[in-house]
């Protein structure tokens, strides 16, 4: 049964696309958190992005992707989609000045 208030966590919260509440997530987040603020630059900390880069091999390898296919994380659903959208502008070349 439901609470009073909100979980944005729950697949029912349609306001936004929610980070999730994952445990492991938030974990990983903080142990990142806690290590280095700056823990997306190589030069800053080589060891989180080598993690960062080794997961995402990992992940295109369960999906059957080719070696040469490469990947993103992002903090959340919105971001995640808006990636998408540009990722999917730029591979098709499309300009704002051609609509």
Known sequence: ???????PASGGHMGYIPGGGLY???LGDYIAA?????????FATPG???LE??????????????ETSTGNLTSGGSIANFV???TARES????ARDF
Not at 1 to 7: R, T
Not at 34 to 42: A, M
Not at 53 to 66: A, E, H, S, T
Not at 92 to 95: A, I, M, S, T
């Open 24 to 26: 492991p997530s938030a």
């Open 53 to 66: 880069n080794m997961l995402i091999r990992w992940m295109c390898k369960l999906m059957g992707y080719p």
């Open 34 to 42: 806690v290590n280095n603020k700056y823990e997306g630059l190589f």
């Open 92 to 95: 098709f070349d499309l300009k």
């Open 84 to 86: 998408a959208v540009v």
């Open 48 to 50: 989180a992005v080598r």
């Open 1 to 7: 049964m439901d609470e009073v208030g909100i979980n």
